[in-house]
């Protein structure tokens, strides 16, 4: 059977089907870059908060390198950066002396893990996660310890959380426990590879 032997409306509702199905094409090849570039502004805001965060780095990296050449200057006993002429030795004296302060602050480690190196030839930065159990005045007195004492540490994220079981009131009385997870890093001299 011919297509003009179809009847009349048989054609123009092929036709108008066709049409159709044109357009919907269009729109889609429309909309395409649109959801493209959606994709995109996720991609650009999580690059631009990665490069605050480096800047940041940046700037402390200098701060460190200048109060490092002044204390050696002044003869100092002072140690600024970490020891170790590996990563790996300065990633486990970074933990042990974490493990230390945290200890004596009186909290409980769940967990420690070493992160990735960042670095150039003149400081490497070297980065540990720690997931502990507190109370308010233990992690205050951790978070001290960490910030004023030697080697320079750096707490880049901490992330507080009541720590209780699911439907469990917080006690009026005596200290809350916390869930506390910690990135703290410190710089090494020179470039050590991980």
Same mark, same amino acid.
């Given at each position: 059977?011919?297509? #003009?032997? *179809?009847?009349?409306?048989?054609? &123009?509702?092929?036709?108008?089907?066709?049409?159709?199905?044109?357009?919907?094409?269009?729109?889609?090849?429309?909309?395409?870059?649109?959801?493209?570039?959606?994709?995109? *502004?996720?991609?650009? $805001?999580?690059?631009?908060?990665?490069?605050?965060?480096? @800047?940041?780095?940046?700037?402390?990296?200098?701060?460190?390198?200048? $109060?490092? @050449?002044?204390?050696?200057? !002044?003869?100092?006993?002072?140690?600024?950066?970490? #020891?170790? %002429?590996?990563?790996?030795?300065?990633? +486990?004296?970074? &933990?042990?002396?974490?493990? %230390?302060?945290? &200890?004596? +602050? /009186?909290?409980?480690?769940?967990?420690?893990?070493?992160?990735?190196?960042?670095? #150039? +030839? #003149?400081?490497?930065?070297? !980065?540990?996660?720690?997931?502990?159990? !507190?109370?308010?005045?233990?992690?205050?007195?951790?978070?001290?310890?960490? %910030?004023?004492?030697?080697?320079?540490?750096?707490?880049? @994220?901490?992330?507080?959380?009541?720590?209780?079981?699911?439907?469990? $009131?917080?006690?009026?009385? /005596?200290?809350?426990?916390?869930?506390?997870?910690?990135?703290?890093?410190?710089?090494?001299?020179?470039?050590?590879?991980?």
């Amino acid at each position: 059977m011919s297509m #003009d032997s *179809r009847p009349r409306w048989v054609r &123009q509702a092929a036709a108008v089907g066709i049409l159709v199905a044109g357009l919907m094409a269009l729109v889609a090849a429309a909309i395409m870059p649109f959801m493209a570039s959606a994709g995109l *502004r996720g991609d650009i $805001e999580a690059k631009t908060e990665l490069l605050a965060v480096l @800047e940041r780095r940046a700037k402390d990296r200098d701060r460190l390198k200048g $109060e490092n @050449e002044r204390l050696v200057a !002044a003869g100092s006993q002072a140690r600024a950066l970490l #020891d170790g %002429e590996t990563f790996g030795l300065a990633s +486990a004296n970074l &933990q042990k002396l974490l493990v %230390e302060n945290v &200890q004596s +602050a /009186g909290l409980t480690l769940r967990s420690i893990q070493s992160l990735d190196p960042v670095g #150039d +030839a #003149d400081l490497t930065a070297v !980065a540990v996660r720690l997931v502990c159990r !507190a109370t308010s005045e233990s992690l205050r007195t951790l978070l001290h310890t960490l %910030e004023t004492g030697e080697p320079l540490l750096f707490v880049d @994220e901490i992330l507080i959380k009541a720590d209780r079981a699911a439907g469990e $009131e917080i006690a009026r009385e /005596g200290p809350t426990e916390l869930a506390v997870e910690l990135k703290v890093s410190g710089f090494a001299s020179g470039k050590l590879a991980p």
